[in-house]
């Protein structure tokens, strides 16, 4: 059973930054496809990057494209999003998901088999 944590969460003005984390104390996430999901009040569920077992080849979500970057540490059983320039909209409660099959943790899909509690991201203007 993998049990995911997620760090770094907090309130930050538009245009700054903060760095997620994301681990699991249990099993290893070296054979887990990684993404970061978010949800705003009212709004549904957003999937927000993904990133491959190696960590060479990420995903984005349009509109945060060359804001955010997805890596991961498998030495460290951790996995990262660097968040800058942050907007107003980009505010919500972010949660760090895995999935042994990319498929399942996708845009499309969103069924990844783990989920983290999450960790909010308030942006003011």
Request: charged share 15%.
């Given at each position: 059973?993998?049990?995911?944590?997620?760090?770094?969460?907090?309130?930050?003005?538009?245009?700054?930054?903060?760095?997620?984390?994301?681990?699991?104390?249990s099993?290893?996430?070296?054979?887990?496809?990684?993404?970061?999901?978010?949800?705003?009040?009212?709004?549904?569920?957003e999937?927000?990057?993904?990133?491959?077992?190696?960590?060479?080849?990420?995903?984005?979500?349009?509109?945060?494209?060359?804001?955010?970057?997805?890596?991961?540490?498998?030495?460290?059983?951790?996995?990262?999003?660097?968040?800058?320039?942050?907007?107003?909209e980009?505010?919500?409660?972010?949660?760090?998901?895995?999935?042994?099959?990319?498929?399942?943790?996708?845009?499309?899909?969103?069924?990844?088999?783990?989920?983290?509690?999450?960790?909010?991201?308030?942006?003011?203007?």
């Open positions: 059973q993998v049990r995911l944590v997620e760090y770094g969460g907090g309130s930050v003005q538009a245009g700054g930054s903060l760095n997620l984390s994301c681990t699991s104390n099993e290893p996430l070296t054979t887990q496809f990684m993404g970061w999901f978010r949800q705003s009040p009212g709004k549904e569920r999937w927000v990057t993904s990133i491959s077992t190696s960590g060479q080849i990420p995903w984005y979500l349009g509109t945060v494209r060359g804001r955010f970057t997805i890596s991961r540490d498998n030495g460290k059983n951790t996995v990262y999003l660097q968040m800058n320039n942050l907007k107003p980009d505010t919500a409660m972010y949660y760090c998901a895995a999935d042994p099959a990319l498929i399942r943790c996708s845009q499309a899909v969103q069924e990844c088999k783990y989920w983290g509690q999450g960790t909010q991201v308030t942006v003011s203007s």
